[in-house]
């Protein structure tokens, strides 16, 4: 029996989409193989890769002044790649609004002269910082923010007033609401949130940004290289790229983003307004910041909150743990997860505060 999964990343795919790869899985297309068992320089890859590629251009409407690259690595490897590709001045501003925030920052600082523009740290990142009150310094070569915060369940509605670079981390929000791409310089993405398993990480950069890596850039990270190769400069992760296409086949169908995107706003809202009218469950975020993917939540103890999860999970509503810096709940309800997995978790949130108040 399938479960109602909350996880984090890796986390749950359209079943659909998980019942299509199965189908594909011994003959992909005719080719009686599959498409883990081809050449990424074969036709039926190219294919594929090629319609991934402009469906997520066509959905996020990118640009063409843009290059959409997929890459390994993770968004952890984009910490170290954006310095080594953006810095010309040697400058460039974070803004710290959680664990991976701080990691981009930190793994930043290997390579220029980085600052901490503003921080939310003091709150336990509960909030975005006031985008009108931040100074940035001069002579930067980019900004660094992360759009959406997973492990603390807050999200960016306005971004930074700058003319710098805009680049933004959105691992856990990429195709979960509509963005203007045109405001960034460059955004990045794990895949294994809102989009396939893991393997894949999407770079979107404006294309007068690249070619102008450091010295000791790797080849591998080197934008400009993967651009000049569709991606393709060596083995790509071909199954996640494949699954990507089945994800990006899907939303349009829903309608696309803005599609997706009500829908998201819908489950976000119900969830909430049932936490925000309880008096057993709390969500400690600043209510305007809060993300529509993320979101985090405590019962009155730590015991309870143990109680919670176990219990959750034996009713089929699993990986609702917090992460283990914030101890508590999270529910993640990413495009995937379907408006009844979330109304099913507020009738166990129900039952369960019944049984424990
Ligand atoms: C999960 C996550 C990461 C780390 O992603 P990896 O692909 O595991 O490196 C980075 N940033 C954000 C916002 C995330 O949610």
Redesign the pocket.
Known sequence: MRVYNFAA?PSTLPEEVLLEAQRDLLDFNGTGMSITEMSHRSKPFMAVNDEANALLRELMNIPDDYSVLFVQG????QFAAVPLNLLQKGKADYILTGN?ASKAYEEGLKYGDMAIAASSKEDGYTYIPDMDKIKFRDDIDYVHT?Y???IFGTRYTSLPKTDATLVT?M??CILSEEVDVKKFGLIYA?A??NIAP?GL?IVIVKRDLIGKAMDICPTMLNYAIQDKNNSLYNTPPCFPIYMSLLVFRRLKALGGVKAMQKINEEKAALLYDFIDNSSFYTNKVNKKDRSIMNVPFVSPNADLDAKFVAEASKAGLVSLKGHRITGGMRASIYNAMPIEGVKALIEFMKKFEMENK
Not at 74 to 77: E, K, Y
């Open positions: 990343g993770g968004a952890s490897q991976f992360t959406n915060n997973t981390d691992s856990s794990g294994q949130k893991s990480t």
